[in-house]
């Protein structure tokens, strides 16, 4: 299972859903949790069905204070949800006969509020006798070299969040990447992390935990994998069949968005053995290439489709993505089917 923790206040930006397809397709997330999401009711129902998962469950945001939605796709896992909290959804997974569970934490910038989740975490965790990952943003840090920057008086290590790990003899599951997955104002900090029981360790021995580039957030997506896999031949066979889709449908948006997220990518991981300005400053700048990427995208979505979006305004949105998947599906059938790439006959474009 591939899954993919992200504190996001942006949910509301038009672009948010071109961003999350893109994340979606390119890591094969199967499992999808946003933070602070900050959006509640019909308006928070409308932007996770651009989404394209199966199946979600959401803690509701109060106003623009705090809100967990997550999102999992059918990919024969069975999973149903144990307990609620303002600050975390607990989950148990059936997969591959393999019974886990999994907690999605949004932790309250509040101490005195953390200090309720910290407790709550301690209570399942005595019954707890299966294996168990608690992933999210905790909006806390347990050791002093975990943070940079800021005052002698500012925020430090949260010593119950420390009992808390210690009460469940929970692993940090460690990363890859940039060390701190929270910047703002020259104040860096790593507020996200992925815990385990030592059960849940020798369940899934290949697992890794990876922070990606932090897009247009000031926190950074947490990736974690329980099999690690081949995992560059699956993303390069995947890369060379959506071409041929991209060529005929997308044109050259697509390879363009690709383009700019490696460049992020690459620029996130050079920031990891230091500040540099320059860097930061054109991390800046790739982000809003890439933000316009997508709205040039959505524009075209729905130019493919444009008889029935005028009969039928937003009620198409779900329409219009999967009558062009379908032609996507045609395309990497072809490839898969056909001995050479040049047999291939695209349709005319319109």
């Excluded at 294996?131 to 002698?152: Q, V, Y």
């Amino acid at each position: 299972m591939n899954c993919i923790v992200w504190n996001f206040r942006g949910t509301g930006a038009k672009s948010f859903p071109g961003l999350i397809r893109d994340l979606k397709r390119r890591f094969h997330v199967d499992f999808l949790a946003l933070v602070e999401t900050r959006q509640e009711g019909f308006s928070a129902q409308r932007i996770m069905d651009k989404f394209g998962f199966d199946n979600r469950e959401i803690v509701e945001a109060v106003g623009f204070s705090g809100g967990i939605w997550c999102l999992w796709r059918n990919v024969g896992s069975r999973i149903r949800v144990v307990q609620k909290h303002n600050q975390f959804i607990h989950f148990h997974i059936l997969e591959n006969r393999r019974s886990w569970f999994l907690t999605v934490v949004y932790g309250s910038p509040h101490y005195a509020q953390r200090r309720e989740l910290w407790s709550n975490l301690k209570d399942i965790g005595m019954s707890m006798v299966d294996p168990w990952c608690i992933i999210g943003d905790f909006n806390a840090f347990l050791f002093h070299h975990e943070k940079f920057g800021g005052s002698a008086n500012g925020s430090r290590p949260d010593r119950h969040f420390l009992d808390m790990v210690d009460a469940n003899s929970l692993v940090d599951l460690g990363f890859f990447g940039l060390g701190f997955t929270w910047k703002r104002n020259g104040v860096a900090a790593r507020l996200d992390s992925a815990l385990a029981n030592t059960r849940w360790r020798s369940l899934f021995p290949e697992a890794s935990v990876m922070h990606l580039p932090p897009l247009k957030s000031d926190h950074s997506p947490i990736l974690v994998r329980t099999h690690d896999g081949d995992w560059h031949w699956s993303l390069t066979t995947f890369q060379d069949k959506i071409k041929v889709w991209n060529r005929a449908v997308v044109g050259n948006i697509f390879r363009k968005k690709e383009r700019l997220l490696k460049r992020l990518q690459g620029i996130h991981e050079k920031l990891s053995s230091g500040p540099n300005l320059f860097l930061s400053n054109l991390q800046e700048d790739l982000w809003m290439e890439y933000d316009n990427g997508l709205t040039q995208e959505e524009i075209l979505w729905m130019q493919k489709s444009r008889e029935q979006w005028i009969v039928n305004g937003d009620r198409n949105t779900r329409y219009f993505h999967i009558s062009t998947m379908i032609i996507q599906e045609i395309m990497i059938f072809w490839v898969t089917s056909l001995p050479s790439m040049t047999e291939i006959s695209l349709p005319a474009q319109d």
